[in-house]
Structure formats: C-alpha cells, structure tokens
C-alpha cells in the first residue's frame, strides 16, 4: 500500500462534508431528475459515503440519505437499465455497503439484473448466429454486457449467469461465421463511429481500444474472471487474442508506452504521435494500461505488465500532464489518471509508480478546493475526485469495491 497523504484526505473530506446533504448542493444538479445515474446521479454520490463509511470516516446516515434519494423514483428495468443506471447500478452500490440491511432489496435487483442479462444474452448471441457486426452498447462497459458481467463477478461470481456472460465475451473474440461484407477486420470491429451511431467521419466504422466503450474493458474485465479462478471454457485464448490485437498498436516514443483509443482502417503500422491519446481512463493510458497491467498478471506474462506500468508512469511524469488534463473527473481528467495509477501501484513491481502519487494528488487536491463545485456528481465530477483522493489518502485500497464500475479491480 502507499503511504497516506494527508492533503488528499483532507480535500477528499472538504468534499464530502460539501455533499452530505442533497438539498445543500448546486440547485442545477442534473442528478436530482435522474438520481439512479451512476455516472452523473446520487446513486454514483451514495459511493463516496459509502467508501467512507467502510474507512471510519464518515456516518451511514449519510449513506442512507443518498441511497433513499437514488430510488426516489421507479427503479428502471428496461432498455436504459445497464452498469451505470437502474437496477444494476442501484444493486452494485448496495452490494457495496457490506451490510446485511439491504438483503431483500439486493435479492430483487440480482433477479432483476439476471432476467435482463439473459434477455441481452439471447440477443447478442442471435446477432452473432447472424454474422452482423457489432454494436457498442452491446458490449460496451457503460451500457452493454461487460457493464452487467462486472455486476455478476462482484454480487455472484459462480452463478450460472455469470459462467454464461463470460462465455459470451469469449465468443465475442472469435470470427463471425457468414460475416456479411468480411473482411480482415477482427470480430469486435464496429461499423459505427465514437458515438456508436453511424458517422459519416468514420464510413467504415472503428475500432475502439478504450474501456468505457471499447475492447480494453473486455480485456480487463476476462483478466478479473481470470484472477478470480473462474474456468470458462476458452476464456485465457479469448484474452490471449484480444491482447495479440493490442499488440499490434503498441507504441513506445520517447514519452514511453501507449495504445491508440481507436482506430480506423485507415491505420496501418506506426502510427503518428497525433494519435496518442489524453492520459485519461475512457480512452487513454489510465484505463488501457490498467487493463494491460490486468492482463498480465492474469496470464503470467511479466513483460506485459512492465510495458503497462512503465506506460502509466510516463503518463505521470509527462510535463505536459497539467495541461492534457484540466479536468478533476474519473472519467476524463485527473482523478481517472491517479486512481488507475493509485491501483496499478498495488501491483506494480517497482516503487516508483508509488512515488509519483503525491504530486497528482496535491494538484488534483488544490484543483478541487480553489474552484466552486458546479459538478458533483462520480464521473465527472467532484465525488469521483473526492474517493480517488481518499484512496491516496488512506493509503488503502477501496474497501467498498467501488472502482469495480471504472474495470479497475
């Protein structure tokens, strides 16, 4: 573990003192019409007192007051139901707390979550019997079928849902047989653009390395099962494949490592320093290396794991850091990049990605209690920050589990 930091837990308390009550937070809070949102609602805020809770710094009434606020209205089950909203967002945030007072609930949300799985499962599966190409928020971690697999790893990992979701994500990896226009391109290519809606910018769709919609997360998440001694028929070949196809786009500069966010048919060999994207955890270094770091550990391979985290630690130490990240948030900014870092140095071999915690984490700090709070929400906003600095602050990893939504662990 890394050593505490004081200045982080003190910005990380400021921040949740500022967020104990929802009736004292900016009026515009867009939360307040969508509070089941993980991303941008108080399902996503409940998190950070939650963590703090678990660590002894902060009080269950609180907790209690978030969640009660989060299912304010009908818990959605439908089409918008997904990781970050409705009933599987609302079950990992109280699968969370580690208590027993949730039990009823939780049991509801687990057959909820089940029914809708099996339901995306049967989907997916007739797309692919098929031969169509894939859709993001089949897949994706935001809004397809990785987001609900990290549920049933975290709430049952030896449920049969589970085992199937699994198996699905290995099929994924495999050629599509009668693929419609074939091509060279691998069966995770999607013929759509960055939105995944159909972009005249992109006629011959993308493929997306990044982990909030892309193969990064499929990576990480098959590194987790992996971990957790799960033995889904193929799973190791499947993370063997996708990570040969990563390979392939490694680059390393004279910063250090990266891997593009996403491609285009137009790219081939090395490509330009351009495409190196921000060190961020949707589509940068924070989140692909974190699932390169996974990955190896997973597959007993040491040289894919010192080729992430001499990534991560380039990224730290990039002068032009500050400015490739202005934002506070997990998602885009530079609470994303230090929680990635802060996790990836629990497993690091060397000190050093350690080391380079502070400075982030002092920025971050003073980034958040010199600006007003127009954003409060765990994605982009000021609860995110907040439990990234509370990790480097303790100096222990999360002990709700809570970075799970981000792939992290």
């Known amino acids: 573990m890394s050593p505490a930091h004081q200045g982080a837990l003190a910005a990380s308390t400021a921040i949740a003192d500022a967020l104990a009550d929802p009736h004292a937070i900016p009026p515009a809070f867009e939360g307040r019409a969508r509070p089941q949102s993980l991303a941008g609602g108080a399902v996503g805020i409940a998190l950070l007192h939650i963590e703090r ?9 609180v907790t209690q007051t978030w969640l009660k606020l989060a299912t304010s209205q009908p818990i959605s089950t439908g089409g918008n139901a997904n ?10 945030a ?9 039990r009823r609930a939780l049991a509801a949300l687990d057959d909820t979550t ?6 995306r499962l049967a989907a997916a599966h007739a797309r692919i019997d098929r031969g169509d190409p894939l859709p993001m928020r089949e897949f994706d971690l935001i809004h397809g079928l990785t987001g609900l697999a990290v549920y049933h790893l975290h709430r049952h990992p030896n449920h049969p ?3 199937d979701v699994l198996a699905y994500l290995v099929r994924l990896t495999r050629p599509l047989l009668g693929q419609r226009g074939a091509t060279d391109l691998p069966p995770w290519w999607m013929q759509v653009g960055l939105s995944g809606e159909p972009d005249p910018d992109h006629p011959h769709g993308h493929g997306n390395l990044g982990v909030a919609h892309g193969i990064s997360a499929v990576i990480a998440l098959l590194s987790l099962a992996v971990l957790h001694d799960l033995t889904t028929t193929g799973l190791r070949d499947a993370l063997t494949r996708l990570c040969s196809w990563t390979d392939q786009w490694h680059q390393d500069d004279n910063l250090g490592p990266w891997w593009p966010g996403y491609l285009t048919i137009d790219h081939t060999g090395r490509l330009a320093p351009s495409h190196r994207p921000r060190p961020s955890w949707c589509y940068g270094i924070a989140g692909t290396a974190r699932a390169q770091q996974l990955a190896g550990i997973a597959l007993g391979d040491p040289r894919r794991q010192a080729v992430a985290e001499r990534g991560i630690l380039a990224a730290l130490r990039d002068p032009a850091r500050p400015d490739l990240l202005p934002e506070i948030g997990l998602c885009h900014g530079k609470a994303g990049l230090l929680h990635a870092a802060f996790r990836m140095a629990i497993d690091a071999h060397s000190p050093a990605l350690a080391a380079e915690l502070p400075n982030l984490a002092s920025h971050l700090a003073a980034q958040l209690l010199s600006e007003p709070m127009t954003a409060p929400e765990l994605m982009d906003g000021a609860a995110g920050a907040a439990l990234a600095l509370h990790a480097v602050g303790t100096g222990t990893a999360p002990m709700s589990g809570w970075d799970a939504v981000l792939l992290l662990a």
Request: net charge positive; no cysteine; aromatic share 6%.
């Open 83 to 92: 990781l970050f909203h409705g009933a599987p967002a609302l079950g990992l």
């Open 114 to 119: 089940i029914a809708l799985t099996r339901a």
């Open 161 to 163: 849902v589970t085992r």
């Open 94 to 102: 109280l699968h969370a707390t580690g208590t027993t007072r949730y």
């Open 53 to 61: 809770a678990h660590t002894g710094h902060g009080d269950d009434t």
